[in-house]
């Protein structure tokens, strides 16, 4: 454990993640492949990247520093109403949306997802003062399947609608989901999406479609992946998928805004995860 500070993590995060795309472009150029493996090494691992982007994200979880979180891509699969994947899908729609456990479905599906317990919480703050905590403000969360697939769009399960809800932050800024440990499906590193809204009846009202004030996404750790990926049933297809991503090459995560975006997560396998994340808005 260091203690060089926040701009020496970010630095280091920067230089690793530029490092790689040189390697890359230079290899794909003509370099020898069999340098590849010393080429790469030399700007450190996945682990790496990891450990710069968590000290830079426990510094800013701890009151000393308030960023605003990055706007991400919604993805494929949100089903809030907007035109994705070629359908117009609404989740938020649904009766009983507003709900702390998302592991089952509702609206007349009765489907459950199975995985390891995860219990997500996202302390909602105004970046622009002094990380004061932002109460009711509406965060619609989603994520895919612990094998990588999401209801309502994958074959299957598009009867289903588990792993989607909404929660109105608390006078402490605080929202709460208890829902299971996502897979990592081929091309991403294991995410979470969500969506805040202004209020609780902008988020459910299916005229305003998709008119929410920050869209994002939460990483999950290495550490906690490698105790459930290829540990715990379900999970198996995630091991290879994970070899083949990193922080710095998801194409989400892999800028800067990994330092801000990789959630703090404590637990096991056994009794189950909880992540922490700090999400900065604009008041």
Request: glycine fraction near 12%; aromatic fraction near 8%.
């Amino acid at each position: 454990m260091h203690t060089h500070g926040l701009k020496h993590d970010l630095d280091t995060l920067l230089r690793q993640q530029a490092c790689r795309r040189q390697a890359l472009r230079w290899l794909a150029s003509g370099g020898l492949v069999a340098s590849a493996p010393w080429v790469l090494a030399a700007c450190g691992g996945a682990d790496d990247d990891e450990d710069a982007a968590s000290s830079a994200a426990s510094s800013a979880g701890n009151g000393t520093t308030c960023r605003t979180m990055p706007t991400e891509t919604a993805g494929p699969y949100p089903a809030d109403g907007s035109s994705a994947s070629g359908q117009r899908l609404n989740a938020l729609a649904l009766s009983g949306i507003v709900r702390s456990d998302i592991r089952s479905s509702i609206a007349g599906a009765s489907g459950t997802a199975g995985g390891v317990p995860l219990t997500v919480t996202l302390n909602l703050v105004n970046a622009a003062g002094a990380c004061a905590p932002l109460a009711g403000r509406a965060v619609y969360l989603w994520h895919c399947t612990r094998e990588g697939t999401y209801s309502m769009y994958s074959g299957g399960i598009t009867g289903e609608n588990y792993l989607r809800g909404v929660q109105v932050s608390d006078d402490s800024g605080q929202v709460s989901f208890t829902t299971i440990f996502p897979g990592c499906y081929s091309g991403r590193w294991p995410h979470i999406h969500f969506e805040v809204y202004d209020s609780l009846s902008s988020a459910v009202d299916s005229a305003a479609v998709s008119d929410y004030d920050k869209v994002s996404q939460l990483a999950l750790p290495v550490s906690a992946c490698n105790q459930v990926y290829g540990v715990v049933s379900g999970y198996g297809a995630s091991v290879g998928n994970l070899a083949q991503v990193s922080l710095a090459s998801d194409n989400v995560f892999g800028d800067d805004a990994a330092a801000w975006q990789l959630a703090t997560v404590t637990g096991d396998a056994g009794s189950g995860f909880q992540a922490t994340l700090q999400v900065g808005l604009g008041a």
